[in-house]
Structure formats: C-alpha cells, structure tokens
C-alpha cells in the first residue's frame, strides 16, 4: 500500500538537477505554481485551483527544509485561494479597474510590512521553544524569510483588489525568495521564482500600462 506521508516527503526524489537531487513535491510544487502565476497575469479563474495545489505542496516542503515562515504562509495562500475561486465564481460581467495606492497609503504599507517581518520574525524564533516536538530545528533566515512571508501576504491582497503596487512588491519578494532558496540548495524552487520575477516585471509593465490608459494618468488618492 502506498505511503502517503512519503509523497509529501523531500526525500522522495525523482531525478537530479545541476547535482542537485529534486524531490516529487518540489517538481509539483513548482510546476503547478508556475501555473498560477501565469494564469494570474492574465486573469483566468483558474489560478485558484492551482494556488491551492501550490500552497499544498510548498507547504509541506518548507517545513521539511526549516522555512517556517514560509510554510506558515502557505496556510494564508491556501485560504485566500479558497475565497478567491469562490468570489471569482460569482463575479458578474462587471470589470475592476486597475487603481494605484496613491503615496500616503504605499508609505503607510512600507511601515506595516516592516513592522509585521519584525514581528513575525520574532515569533518564528521562538517555535523552536514552544513546540519543540514539531520544530526541532531553528528557523534559518529568520527575518528575511518573514519579509518574504509578509510581503507575499499584502501583494497577493492588493492583488485580488487590483492595485498596481500589487506587482512592484511581488518583485522585491521575488527577489529575496530568489536568494534564500539558492542558499537551501532547492535549485528547481530557485529557478520558479526567477520565473516569477520575469512575470512580475512583465506584470508591472503590463498593469501600469492599463492602469495610464483608464485613469488618463490621474492618481487614485
């Protein structure tokens, strides 16, 4: 009988890369969240179903590897994964405009965002002494990891509320990600946010583009 708990497992590795040995959770996690960056750009519906398959597997990974911030930002994609799909379903015909935070509001989300890697950071340092029978391992890039974590949070809410900050903060979280898993040595993880970060900037230009055409380059305060 097959052990499910093995699929989850990064040591289920199914081929290598670079010599760098590619577990079947990280190949899946990878693939499907390709996909769900892809279909986001363009707006399809189905980025959910795929975000949900996405957090899934990441979730599982990122404990294994001691990302606890990041795994713990999985349950977050899960869950908004969930709602988007059902809003998403009810949506009439009806287009949202692409809107911009305006200065005062994108200051006042640099501080949050801050002040939230600050404090998740703390509490991902103390897992460790809390729950000692789960996190056997301290978390590692502890502060950059919340960063990624917070960041991926807000720009995947502004997101789904179509502001064009949305991307510009996808890029700078991209870029840490980038850096952390070519450290933890998940070389095909590394290569998927190198991806994101092309469709990041293709996001960027493609909404701020969109964005100048329905505002006539009037600012939403």
């Given at each position: ?81 969930v ?10 015909g009806a ?127």
């Amino acid at each position: 009988m097959f052990d499910l708990s093995l699929f989850f497992s990064k040591e289920l590795q199914i081929f290598s890369f670079f010599g760098n040995p590619i577990s079947l959770i990280e190949l899946l996690g990878t693939s499907t969240g390709l996909f769900c960056v892809y279909l986001a750009s363009r707006n399809h519906i189905l980025t959910w179903p795929f975000g949900i398959l996405t957090s899934t597997c990441f979730f599982f990974l990122f404990f294994q590897i001691q990302l606890y911030s990041d795994m713990l930002l999985q349950i977050y994609f899960f869950g908004s994964s969930v709602y988007g799909w059902l809003v998403w379903r009810k949506r009439t015909g009806a287009y949202i405009k692409i809107q911009s935070l305006g200065k005062s509001k994108t200051l006042f989300l640099v501080i949050v965002i801050l002040l939230g890697t600050f404090f998740l950071g703390e509490i991902t340092s103390r897992l460790p002494f809390w729950l000692p029978s789960i996190f056997i391992k301290p978390p590692e890039f502890l502060y950059w990891d919340a960063f990624t974590t917070v960041g991926s949070i807000f720009a995947n809410f502004l997101l789904a509320l179509r502001k064009l900050e949305s991307w510009f903060l996808w890029v700078f979280v991209d870029i840490v990600c980038i850096i952390i898993y070519s450290l933890k040595q998940i070389p095909l993880v590394t290569l998927e946010y190198i991806v994101f970060l092309l469709i990041a900037f293709y996001g960027c230009y493609h909404w701020y583009k969109e964005y100048k055409l329905h505002s006539n380059g009037k600012e939403c305060l």
